[in-house]
C-alpha cells in the first residue's frame, strides 16, 4: 500500500529508533492518535537535546534514508529547529513535512502512545511511541492559535478541551514570548490571551471555515462546528481569564 499515508506512519514508526524517547511527537499527527479527524502533511517533533542543529539533522537523514522508497528533497536549519521534506522516490506527489523543534527539556513527562490507529489504516503493525504529555501540547497549541490567524488551530482546541487543562507554567513561558502574525515578540497576561481568544471565535466566519478547515476534514465532521467550536473555546477563555486572578 504505497500512499502518503502509509509513508507518514514508516517515519512516524522509524525516527524513534534513533533518538528514542528524546524524540516527542506533537502536533496535528498527535492529534490525530487523539482521535481528531482533521488531516495533515506534517510530522511535528520535540527533540529534547543540547547537540548542535547540524548534527542532529544528518542523524535524521541517516534515519530516513535506511527506509525504503525515501528521498530527502530539502533540510533546512534556522533559530525555530530543523525542517525537512520528504517524499518517495517512485512518487514525487507523495510528501511528509518534517518539523522538529531542539529544546533543552520538557516542561512534563512525555506520554507513552499507541499508533494502533494510524497503523491499522495502512496495514501495518502499530508501534509505542513517546508523545508530547497533552497538556502541555495543549499549552503550546493555545499560544500558537494567538500568533496566527487560522481556523484549523480553533479546531484543535476543541480536541484537547474535554480531554485535559493546560500546564499553566507552559503556557505561561509561552505567552511571555508571544509573535503574533510574525510581530515582534512580547508578553501577554492570561487575561489578555482570553480576550484575544473571545475575539477569534467572535471573528469566526463560515468562509474561514471552509476556506482553511473544511478541506481538511470527512463531510460528515462539518456540520454545526462554528457553534462547536465557539463553545469549546470560550470554555477555555473563560479558564484563562481566572488565572491568577
Known sequence: MNTREELLVRILHKLPEKFKDRLV???GVLLQIMNSA???????????????????AKRIEESLLTLEDVRIVETRLNSRGIFMEVERKSDSRQKILLEIS????????????????????????????????????????????LERSVARDLYDLTVFEPICNFDQKTLAERLSRLSMERSKSKS??????????????????EKDLETDLY?????DQRSGLSMMIKASVGRLAQKMAIVNS
Open 102 to 145: 531542539v529544546i533543552p527539556s520538557l516542561h512534563l513527562p512525555p506520554e507513552t502512545l499507541s499508533t494502533t490507529t494510524l497503523a491499522k489504516s495502512v496495514s501495518l503493525t502499530a508501534r509505542a511511541i513517546s508523545g508530547m504529555a497533552f497538556p502541555e501540547a495543549y499549552a503550546h497549541k493555545i499560544a500558537a492559535t
Open 25 to 27: 511527537l506533537k502536533g
Open 215 to 219: 478541506p481538511l476534514l470527512p463531510a
Open 38 to 56: 482533521r488531516a495533515t502533511q506534517d510530522l511535528d517533533y520535540a527533540l529534547v537535546s543540547e547537540e548542535s542543529k547540524k548534527i542532529l
Open 188 to 205: 501577554i497576561s492570561f487575561q489578555e490571551a482570553s480576550v484575544l481568544l473571545k475575539q477569534r471565535i467572535q471573528n469566526l466566519t
